[in-house]
């Protein structure tokens, strides 16, 4: 029962550098997110992809690019990070497209941006 | 764009007494709201949702919420706390955007139980 997956758990990156977060879901889900968690702040949407193949801005997409690779993996990537994103990241997902569902969280990615 | 007001930033309470958590919500025609928990260093967890009919709603573990239409509130509540019962408590609405429906969240209420 590994439902959703995010890798890495931890990274420190410098400024300008660039990485991708990996999130994995084993529930064949429709719908997959990209959040970030920070103080204060609550969660905020960076992007999202209703069904395989489509994306679409949330929030505060600025700085991130996003990738449906296939049902079941969505990764987000930084191409120049900068301090501002230092954050937890969160991927959920959710089975339906539609209002109702309920979004199964993976248990995030720290990153710091020095 | 819906969204929600989480009232309260922290809220601190001894075990075994009551609590509420406040949420405003923006109006709409239609509105779906949502309750979820986070334990320290884990991911949000569905505490309970309101969809439409009982404007009362029930979580396995003793929490309740009330759809307020009149006051566009939706409120958690909890009328005997446990310790186990600390963590961060997030509010969220379903909105329908320009690639299919997404969830809002608010800032979050940090629930402290002390002994």
Redo the contacts between chains.
């Keep these: 029962n590994a439902g959703?997956t995010q890798t890495p758990k931890f990274q420190v990156l410098k400024t300008g550098q660039s990485m991708t977060l990996q999130c994995a879901q084993d529930m064949n889900h429709n719908?997959m997110?990209w959040?970030r968690q920070d103080p204060?702040?609550?969660?905020?949407?960076i992007y999202?992809?209703?069904?395989e193949g489509?994306?679409?801005k949330?929030?505060v997409p600025n700085g991130y690019n996003v990738s449906r690779l296939n049902k079941r993996e969505f990764s987000l990537r930084l191409e120049s990070a900068a301090p501002s994103q230092t954050s937890v990241y969160?991927c959920?997902s959710k089975f339906g497209?539609?209002?109702?569902g309920?979004?199964f969280?993976?248990?995030?990615s720290r990153l710091t941006v020095l | 764009a819906q969204s929600v007001t989480?009232l309260d930033?922290q809220v601190p309470v001894f075990e075994e007494a009551p609590v509420e958590l406040r949420c405003n919500y923006s109006s709409s025609v239609s509105v779906?709201l949502?309750w979820?928990v986070q334990y320290p260093?884990?991911?949000?967890?569905?505490l309970l949702?309101y969809?439409s009919g009982s404007t009362l709603v029930e979580s396995i573990n003793g929490f309740e919420a009330e759809f307020n239409k009149s006051q566009t509130s939706f409120h958690l509540r909890k009328p005997s706390v446990h310790i186990s019962d600390t963590a961060e408590y997030?509010c969220a609405v379903?909105d329908?955007?320009?690639?299919?429906?997404?969830?809002?969240?608010?800032?979050?209420t940090r629930l402290f139980v002390k002994a």
């Design positions: 959703v719908s997110y959040y204060g702040m609550g969660l905020r949407l999202y992809s209703a069904s489509t994306t679409d949330g929030e969160f959920a497209t539609g209002v109702t309920e979004l969280f993976g248990e995030g | 989480q930033s779906y949502f979820y260093n884990q991911g949000l967890q569905l949702k969809l997030f379903s329908r955007g320009t690639g299919g429906f997404k969830t809002i969240f608010g800032a979050g």
